[in-house]
């Protein structure tokens, strides 16, 4: 069982940057895969970014190539989504989620096992 909570989310003026965190609880955090995931009012859960278990691949959605940067620290059972140069459009709760030793980064919902509660982004005009 693994328990997922993220924070660093907040309101931020557009070309501002945030960092997001995803504490995890269980001891085996480094045999999961992460995923960052967002939903906007009214819209669907779409990817943000996955990375392996050991952090030596990732993987983004077009939407944030060259702004966003996944990370993780096994040591801490963290991962981290850094994004910058952000945009009104990014406005969204996201969400971290957890895949259990995947051989490939997977890009939707149904993939994950584990999720946490989200964290609000919200980015000014």
């Known amino acids: 069982q693994v328990q997922l909570v993220e924070s660093g989310g907040g309101l931020v003026q557009a070309g501002g940057s945030l960092r997001l965190s995803c504490a995890a609880s269980g001891r085996a955090f480094s045999t999961y895969s992460m995923g960052w995931f967002r939903q906007g009012p009214g819209k669907e859960r779409e990817f943000v970014a996955a990375?392996?278990?050991?952090?030596?691949?990732?993987y983004y959605a077009d939407s944030v190539k060259g702004r966003f940067t996944i990370s993780r620290d096994n040591a801490k059972n963290t991962v981290y989504l850094q994004m910058n140069s952000l945009k009104p459009e990014d406005t969204a709760v996201y969400y971290c989620?957890?895949?259990?030793?995947?051989?490939?980064?997977?890009?939707?919902?149904?993939?994950?096992?584990?999720w946490g509660q989200g964290t609000q982004v919200t980015v000014s005009s």
């Open positions: 989620a957890a895949d259990y030793d995947s051989f490939r980064l997977k890009v939707i919902v149904p993939a994950y096992e584990y």
């Open positions: 990375i392996g278990v050991t952090g030596g691949s990732t």
